[in-house]
Each structure stands twice: as structure tokens, then as C-alpha cells.
């Protein structure tokens, strides 16, 4: 199982920035294939934010381009969230998700990839006006 931790979060202003980071940990081997930041504010669906997979390509909702990005270190299992000229409408839970698999053996001993995604318990993020 990976354990997924996220940090960074606080209060700022409209206008201000914040850096998100998350690490992900297990206790046998695991291989990452992409990392992504969601968000949830209150009364609202979780959506997400950016993603960004083991070799470097990367997404962005439409609502943050421009104004956020997202990096790794794939050495250190970790993904960042630059998150800049923020607005009061980005305040919310934000969730960090890792993709990660292993190899695992089926029930004649055959080797295979079972891919999982865990989840962060969240950092709140809030943009006063």
C-alpha cells in the first residue's frame, strides 16, 4: 500500500501564491506512473487540477492555466503545486493522487502490472478577497 501526504497549504490573500507538495510512501517497492492535484470546495464535486505523469508530461484544468504549475522529483516520489495570482474561487481542499503499480502474480503464477491510485487526506487552501 502507498501512503500519499500533502503540506502547503494555509490562508493567503487574492493575488498571492502557494506552493503545494506531496510525497508518496510505501513499505515494499512500488513504481509511480503519474501524480495529480485535485480539489474539492464546499457544496462542490471534486475536479481536477493538474496531472503530470512518470515522464513529464503534464495537464492543467482550464481554470488554472497560466496561473499554476506542476513539477516532480520522481527520485524522492514527490509533486509539486506552484500555485500563483490565486483568486478567492480556488479556495478548497486540494488532494494530491498517485498512480502507482507493482507487480503482482495471478493465480497460475503469472507475472503482471496491477496499477492503483491512492489519495492524500487533503490541505486546505483558502483565498481571502
Known amino acids: 500500500q502507498v501512503q500519499v501526504v500533502e503540506s502547503g497549504g494555509g490562508l493567503v490573500q487574492s493575488g498571492g501564491s502557494l506552493r503545494l507538495s506531496c510525497v508518496a510512501s510505501?513499505?515494499?517497492?512500488?513504481?509511480?506512473?503519474?501524480m495529480g492535484w485535485y480539489r474539492q470546495a464546499p457544496g462542490k464535486q471534486r475536479e481536477l487540477v493538474a496531472s503530470i505523469t512518470k515522464d513529464g508530461s503534464t495537464d492543467y484544468a482550464d481554470f488554472v492555466k497560466g496561473r499554476f504549475a506542476i513539477s516532480s522529483d520522481n527520485d524522492k516520489n514527490m509533486v509539486f503545486l506552484q500555485m500563483s495570482s490565486l483568486r478567492p474561487e480556488d479556495t478548497g481542499v486540494y488532494y494530491c493522487?498517485?498512480?502507482?503499480?507493482?507487480?503482482?502474480?495471478?493465480?497460475?503464477?503469472?507475472?503482471?502490472?496491477?496499477?492503483?491510485?491512492?489519495w492524500g487526506k487533503g490541505t486546505q487552501v483558502t483565498v481571502s478577497s
Open positions: 510505501g513499505s515494499k517497492f512500488f513504481s509511480i506512473d503519474d
Open positions: 493522487k498517485v498512480g502507482w503499480g507493482d507487480l503482482e502474480m495471478d493465480y497460475v503464477a503469472r507475472p503482471y502490472y496491477k496499477r492503483e491510485d491512492s
